[in-house]
């Protein structure tokens, strides 16, 4: 699957311009500056089929790619950031939600968590809203390569705890880095069985 073709197919700044429902669609969904767009990149081994930058709020719109005809790779714009123009955020902001909620070829949200920061509002609110919405999601741990052994090794273990209290959690949490390579090969396995055969 992540060996085939990988293409930039739709960009949606708005609900109501999404593309067709047709293939089944995994989402990447997390603040601002966690890693989406380099976890995309990482898992289908291009180093800018997903625009990645240093500065929070590069993504902008609902992004979608299109994975050897089989599932769409969805990079969303994050949220949690303070620099935006209030009005350009709330409108982001409103489409992601609207996505989450609404999409009936979603099959699996990534939640991308930075294994550096603390959880914050923001995230406990998406959580919220997939649980409402009964939305499947997983929790990814993102740029351990910056993190110590036993303090990655104690973040999981409150990420796996975090995640039994949610009701659409997924129980296992992947822990990833973008730069090492770690654990992109064991999430491709948790996205495939998303996968048209
Ligand atoms: P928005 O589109 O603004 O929501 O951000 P995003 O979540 O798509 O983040 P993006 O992939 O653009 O990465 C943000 C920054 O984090 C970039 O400078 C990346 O190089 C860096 N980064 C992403 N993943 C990793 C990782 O695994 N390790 C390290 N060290 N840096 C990473
Ligand atoms: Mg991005």
Redesign the pocket.
Known sequence: LFAGECTFYFGSPRIDQLPPIDLPEVAFA?R????????INALTGRKALAR???E????KQLNFFNLSERLALVDM??YG?AKAAKSVKEDWQETMFAYLRGRTTLERVILLLDARIELKASDKDVMELLDRAAVVFQIVL??A??VKPGALKKKREEIEALALKHAAAYPRVVV????TGEGIEDLRGEIARFARS
């Open positions: 997390g601002s500056n966690v890693g989406k767009s380099s976890l990645a930058s240093s929070p709020g590069r993504t714009p994050g950031f993102t740029k390569d910056q990833t880095s973008s730069e």
